[in-house]
């Protein structure tokens, strides 16, 4: 069973930046695919970046060109620059490793965007 630690969620400004991050248990951390997941207060769990074992990413259209997902196979940790950050962004984000099909989550760090 991966473990995933996430970290860095706060409080911020509308406008502000934050970086998230999650650490990975285990030594196979370059054969998962990574991601970041969010969920609002209300609301359903929703993706937010995905950065996979070949290297390439996607994001959600809400955060395109605002936030950057990126890992670092050596640490075993993936990261989630947050940019121009908007009060719409509050929510807990959960860190998500896949693999064979199967998901691991970590128990997420809350981000408050304040107006």
């Known amino acids: 069973q991966e473990q995933l630690v996430e970290s860095g969620g706060g409080l911020v400004q509308s406008g502000g930046s934050l970086r998230l991050s999650c650490v990975a248990s285990?030594?196979?951390?370059?054969?998962?695919?990574m991601g970041w997941y969010r969920q609002a207060p209300g609301k359903q769990r929703e993706l937010v970046a995905r950065n996979f074992r070949n290297g390439s990413t996607n994001y959600a259209d809400s955060v395109q060109g605002r936030f950057t997902i990126s890992r670092d196979n050596a640490e075993n940790t993936v990261y989630l620059q947050m940019n121009s950050l908007k009060p719409e962004d509050t929510a807990v984000y959960y860190c998500?490793?896949?693999?064979?099909?199967?998901?691991?989550w970590g128990k997420g760090t809350l981000v408050t965007v304040s107006s």
């Open positions: 998500n490793a896949l693999l064979y099909g199967i998901n691991h």
């Open positions: 285990g030594n196979i951390f370059e054969a998962y695919d």
